[in-house]
């Protein structure tokens, strides 16, 4: 198994760009989540699905959509980037949030 | 909203003990922690259930105070590979939330 996969693992955007964050996982896990973590602010939750075609706000959702069309993946989608998600973002998931999370290896995003 | 964690960080010698503690002002299911190394992924260390379950680490242990909304994770006897970014996760029954970090640095 391949475990959480995440792409790009580095990007450099200019303001007002859009992207998406991929996130895939092998391991059939129906809850998956995106943090973002900055210095001093550790993991915050941005969104979060507890399965195919649901979806939900976590903490820090603005700037950020998200959609959940397989159990596989979990894509986020910055529509205008701003310096202040600059940031680390990492991706996660389980079989449920009472459960285990496995992490991806993170994005590294700087927005100019 | 995410939970309060304490000490923000702290400095050990290899063998030394240390406690980081971990409140919430919501009713929690449950506390996970996990451990992160520079520049690496958060890894799972130990669940704690309420009715006083536990899954986890060997070597590590954890309390969880439900009433009181708290957890403390207990780091004894340390060593070198202890050092890192420790985040506890709190489960409020629909998602998990994680606090601030403590980062615990164990020097020889």
């Known amino acids: 198994n391949a475990g959480v996969t995440q792409t790009p693992k580095f990007q450099v955007l200019k303001t007002g760009q859009s992207m998406t964050l991929q996130c895939a996982q092998d391991m059939n896990h129906e809850y998956m989540s995106w943090y973002r973590q900055d210095p001093g602010m550790g993991l915050r939750l941005i969104h979060y699905?507890?399965?195919?075609?649901?979806?939900d706000q976590g903490e820090v959702p603005n700037g950020y959509n998200v959609s959940r069309s397989t159990t596989e993946d979990f894509p986020l989608r910055l529509l205008s980037a701003a310096p202040s998600q600059t940031s680390v973002y990492f991706c996660?998931?389980?079989?449920?949030?009472?459960?285990?999370?496995?992490f991806g290896p993170g994005t590294r995003l700087t927005v100019l | 909203q995410q939970p309060v964690q304490s000490p923000q960080a702290v400095i050990l010698r290899e063998g030394e003990d240390a406690v980081i503690n971990c409140s919430s002002s919501?009713?929690?299911?449950?506390v996970h922690w996990y451990r992160q190394k520079h520049g690496e992924a958060p890894v799972f260390l130990m669940i704690?259930?309420?009715?006083?379950e536990q899954k986890g680490h060997e070597k590590i242990s954890a309390s969880f105070n439900e009433k009181k909304q708290q957890s403390s994770l207990y780091l004894t006897a340390s060593q070198l590979s202890y050092s890192g970014t420790y985040f506890c996760?709190?489960?409020?029954?629909?998602?998990?939330?994680f606090g601030e970090g403590t980062q615990l640095t164990v020097n020889p």
């Open positions: 996760g709190t489960d409020n029954g629909s998602r998990l939330t």
């Open positions: 704690l259930l309420k009715g006083g």
């Open positions: 919501k009713a929690l299911y449950s």
């Open positions: 699905s507890v399965g195919a075609g649901i979806t």
């Open positions: 996660a998931s389980s079989p449920d949030w009472t459960d285990t999370q496995y």
